[in-house]
């Protein structure tokens, strides 16, 4: 035994490690007919060798090897060395010393692959990643079956989301001409990469991957995979895996393959849960019916809970023309567990499938008194949803909600009965009906479900009445707001408006700046300037810095002339929040509508100095400067504006369909405008400006019948009070098509919003001289075709 004491060296302590090896097969004794070497006196003896001698003894001789020490075998000992005494460190956790020791052994012997195997697995451990990544291709240069390093990399790949990195190597690990057949590092790259291609989608590249390692692993003989290989490839449940490569041959439509894996998984654990039901299918689909019968008989005898067993039973039956016998067996089951609730749900299911409604809906029925579960309220509203029974049904729908888990178990349902709006509209009828009769037929918790299904199905005034009868039965400042809402849905302002100056009447506490505001709100929708900045102002009165109550205040004083004082709101506002992006737009948007372009000017300017980059105050500013220069007549300042828009966000639809209308106004670039705008359709397909900016670019174009369609439903979209452009467009596509009738009620419309509008909409003239030259023309034909007049 030799004790070595490593020096202090690269910043490593002093540590004694103790260092034991077998010298004979670098030493070995002198051969027989050797000359003997001259005797050695104590005056030659090396120093203190007297020390190792008895009294009377011959001093020891001094040894001399046979063979001397070449310079290779120097370095590999020291590269032992370096390499043992990391180990020992590794086992005191000194772990930074250890990558330090070891990096000095692989300068010594650079293609040791148990040098590179730590020194990947302790740079993994503390993040030096890079480095990690470079040993670990090294072992796998070296060393490609190192089933270690390839399941190291593969969790750092997969971890970081580098699904191609992960494939690269993997494959680069197959390809490598040192991996031979059988060997376990195969067996685990062609399983990784298969579970890779499964993650990725890749089916079929899944499905070869799998199929190669089902090969390897039914050459027992070949591979001999050790406990710790198995594990690697196949988990502490093999059965899982085979589940998992039937899957991936399933969905490849490879049955044959697919049946092979599931029998494997079966030898592994013949109780399995899912792996008999996913044979039985494979083994259905292949034509082997009566095979797959036997197989699901033998698998429900455990009596299993759940009924998937019990309807691919129904499936087998049903493809092996024995519909006959699946009410009878299932009925047969039922009674022998009868704790089974799946398959007592799997029995009624097959009365409502086969025709017996009664039967399914009693059984249902009595197994929601019994025990009410998700399931059942989910199954009888499949039921009574198949049979359009919305009285029943709205009351499961109400019944399920107070379940847990009983709203999201109807809720495809619900989403049915929202699919088919006039079935909706019946659902509705009946909930009004309900809570019409004396007693109600259902509580208020089913008004919930009603408002959604009238929202979803746009049948808010079906919705209306029930919410004001309700009221009368039940009233609540909850439900006025309901009922102002959903009139808010419909658009009726006015009404919505109304409906909260009652409930402030009924209930004077709610008479508080925040249901003031909402009443300004709905008033200024509906046009009644004057009341809504009274009842903004009374709002402020009780709560003085109310950004909503000052925002729609400063809408409304602008909407009636009073254009300084709103200015003055907002210049106050802006004094104390400076960057507020909803009132730099709006206030920048008033200025431009009253023809202060040189002020809209200097106050984007202003912002865009002192935010530039903020990206809310960059898109209003430059949107805005747009307008101010349009209307000042420098239509390419106005361009360059949207275009640097345009340069930083391509793909935002208010800047395409801005830059794309502009054009088009122009006549420039309309087939560009076209392209841009229909990009900005495709994010709000029902925007009316979106919608106006479509139909005059195909007019531009000259395809006027086109242009009709986007037009007309922009008219259609419009709030209250209309557009007077959009109006006027839709008059010069029926004139151009000679639809002058038409046209001049589509002008005449324009000539109204134009002439409310605050101030006078400056297209005014313009639309009057359109109006009164078609009054002097005679009528004419339409033309049978073409878009020209």
Partial sequence: MVWLIRPRSAGLSCIAVALGFVACAAWADPPLDAKPEPATTVANQPKGAALYGLPGEDPPEAFVPRTPRTVEDQRQVEALRDFSTARALEDQRAWSDAIALLEEALKLEPDSVSVLRRLSRLCFLFKRTDQALSYSRRVLDADPGDTDTISRLINHYVRNGDFMGAEAMLKSVLDNPKLGPHMPGRLLAEYELGKLDTKLGRIKQAADAFAKLLDELDEKEANRLSFREQLLILGDEPADAYLEFGKVFDDDNRLDLAIRAYERGLVYNEDHPLIPLSLAQALLKS???????????????????????????????????????????????????????????????????????????????????????????????????????????LKVFTEARKKEGGFEAVTPQIKAVIADPGFAGEVLDSGNALLSSEPPG??????????????????????????????????????????????????????????????????????????????????????????????????????????????????????VGKLDEAIDLFKSVLKNDPSNAPFNRLYGSILLQNGKNEEAIALYKELLERYPNNEEIIEITHSGLSVAYVNLGDFAKGEAELEILFQHNPDDPGVNNDLGYLYADQGKKLEQAESMIRRALQEKPDESAYLDSLGWVLYKRGKAKEALEPL????????????????????????????????????????????KAIPTDKRLPEIRKKLESLGKLAPVLKPASDDSP
């Fill in 712 to 755: 007309e439903k922009a008219v259609k979209t419009l709030n209250n009070g209309g557009d007077a452009t959009i109006f006027e467009h839709l008059g010069d596509v029926y004139f151009r098509l000679q639809e002058n009738a038409k046209a001049k009620t589509a002008w005449e419309q324009a000539e109204k919003s134009a002439a």
């Fill in 442 to 559: 259902i509580d208020r918790s089913a008004i919930d479900i009603l408002a959604v299904i009238a929202s979803e199905s746009n049948q808010l005034d079906k919705l209306v009445p029930i919410l004001r009868l309700t009221l009368k039965q039940d009233p609540s400042p909850q439900l006025y707001r309901e009922i102002s809402h959903a009139l808010e849905g419909l658009r009726k302002y006015g009404e919505a408006g109304e409906t909260i100056e009652q409930m402030m009447a009924k209930y004077p506490e709610e008479r508080n700046a925040r249901t003031l505001t909402q009443l300004g709100e709905y008033r200024r929708r509906a046009d009644n300037f004057p009341g809504a900045i009274e009842s903004l102002r009374e709002a402020l009165k009780l709560e003085p810095v109310n950004p909503e109550a000052q925002f729609v205040l400063g809408w409304s004083l602008s909407m």
């Fill in 287 to 393: 034509g082997k019916g009566e095979q797959a019968l036997r197989l699901v008989e033998r698998f429900l005898k455990r009596q299993p809970q759940g009924s998937d067993g019990y309807e691919l039973l129904a499936k087998i039956l049903t493809q092996l023309k024995r519909e006959g016998e699946i009410t009878p067996r299932l009925e047969e089951a039922a009674k022998l567990d009868s704790k089974n609730l799946s398959l007592q749900y799997a029995l009624a299911d097959r009365y409502r499938e086969s025709g017996q409604v009664e039967k399914a809906e009693a059984l249902y029925k009595s197994l929601l008194e019994a025990q009410p579960t998700p399931q059942g309220y989910s199954a009888l509203a499949t039921s009574l949803l198949k049979r359009k029974k919305a009285a029943q049904l």
